[in-house]
């Protein structure tokens, strides 16, 4: 597999980015004239996300991968 496509995989593993992703669609959404409910979007969303953390799918965000090298090891963080 290509090494872009494994990167751009592991980072949609990431609720974080799931979140973002969502919160911008909405936004294009509601620049284009699309009557949303941005608040109820992204419960659901949210609430998704949370299932598929408990379910192990998604990756616990301060998780360091291997693969990733511009992520920050999370000791280097606490000091």
């Known amino acids: 597999?290509?090494?872009?496509?494994?990167k751009i995989l592991s980072r949609l593993r990431n609720p974080t980015v799931?979140?973002?992703i969502a919160s911008n669609l909405i936004?294009?959404?509601?620049?284009?004239?699309y009557k949303l409910?941005?608040?109820l979007?992204?419960?659901a969303v949210t609430i998704i996300c949370s299932i598929l953390?408990?379910?192990?799918i998604l990756?616990?965000?301060d998780k360091v991968d291997a693969d990733d090298e511009t992520q920050i090891d999370t000791k280097d963080r606490q000091e």
């Open 27 to 33: 936004s294009l959404g509601l620049l284009l004239g």
């Open 41 to 43: 979007i992204m419960s």
């Open 18 to 20: 799931i979140l973002s």
């Open 59 to 61: 990756s616990n965000p």
């Open 1 to 6: 597999m290509n090494p872009n496509i494994r």
């Open 53 to 56: 953390i408990t379910l192990g």
């Open 37 to 39: 409910n941005e608040g």
